[in-house]
Nanobody, 123 residues
Framework: QVQVVESGGGLVQAGGSLRLSCTAF????????MGWFRQAPGKEREGVSC?????NYADSVKGRFTISGDTAKNTVYLQMDSLKPEDTAIYYC???????????????????WGQGTQVTVSS
């Protein structure tokens, strides 16, 4: 059974850091595009970052967030630095079949989704 499971969310003050983890079961992250999305209260879910042969970031997080993968642990990480209150959201990990030069945030392209982890940034 394929699953992606997020962890690492929590409460942090503005300017602080958190590292989210997404561990995959039943698939190899080497064979999938792995993405991070988030949904803030009252807003639509949006893409944050993704990784395949390359990486991609939403403009709102460029320079502050870093995505990486550990194939030995079959886990993808999202290092979030210089956090802002507007980063408060539920963060979701997702997986899309295939490995490409680039990746994007078309949500219909991702077949597997985690349950999400809450990130709250206080001002």
């Amino acid at each position: 059974q394929v699953q992606v499971v997020e962890s690492g969310g929590g409460l942090v003050q503005a300017g602080g850091s958190l590292r989210l983890s997404c561990t995959a079961f039943g698939l190899s992250i080497n064979d999938y595009v792995m993405g991070w999305f988030r949904q803030a209260p009252g807003k639509e879910r949006e893409g944050v970052s993704c990784i395949t042969r390359g990486t991609n970031y939403a403009d709102s997080v460029k320079g502050r967030f870093t995505i990486s993968g550990d194939t030995a642990k079959n886990t993808v990480y999202l290092q979030m630095d210089s956090l802002k209150p507007e980063d408060t959201a539920i963060y979701y990990c997702a997986a899309a079949r295939g490995r490409f030069r680039d990746c994007g945030f078309v949500q219909q392209g991702y077949q597997y989704w985690g349950q999400g982890t809450q990130v709250t940034v206080s001002s």
